[in-house]
């Protein structure tokens, strides 16, 4: 038997890496979502603080955009941004979210935690 290819390897970077929103749930990823609804003034940022906290090891932040709009960025492993991810989805969070929009590229570091902004 052959040794697989490095592309073909768990965890090998190859042309599914986090920039086209392929990698494996444990690679680090960086999740930018714009969250569209109800979403200001009802403490949404603040529970996605908390959400974020519990479900642990993310970096970011949650930030109100002067359009109506919560900017989210994490920064973690990929299983965790999805979870955050499907729970600004859900419908289990403050106000009312009328659609989610996400981009996902390689972790750029610099936070100290998740803040809100």
Do not use: H
């Amino acid at each position: 038997m052959t040794d697989p290819t490095p592309s073909s390897k768990p965890g090998a970077p190859g042309p599914e890496s986090a920039p086209t929103g392929e990698a494996e749930d444990g690679a680090p990823a960086r999740l930018t979502a714009w969250v569209r609804g109800r979403v200001q003034g009802v403490g949404f940022r603040w529970y996605t603080r908390a959400r974020a906290l519990e479900i642990g090891e993310l970096t970011g932040f949650a930030a109100n955009l002067s359009d109506g709009r919560v900017q989210v960025v994490a920064e973690g492993a990929r299983e965790r941004c999805e979870r955050l991810l499907e729970w600004l989805r859900a419908g289990d969070t403050p106000g009312r979210v009328a659609g989610v929009t996400e981009i996902w590229d390689t972790p750029r570091g610099g936070y100290e935690g998740f803040e809100i902004r």
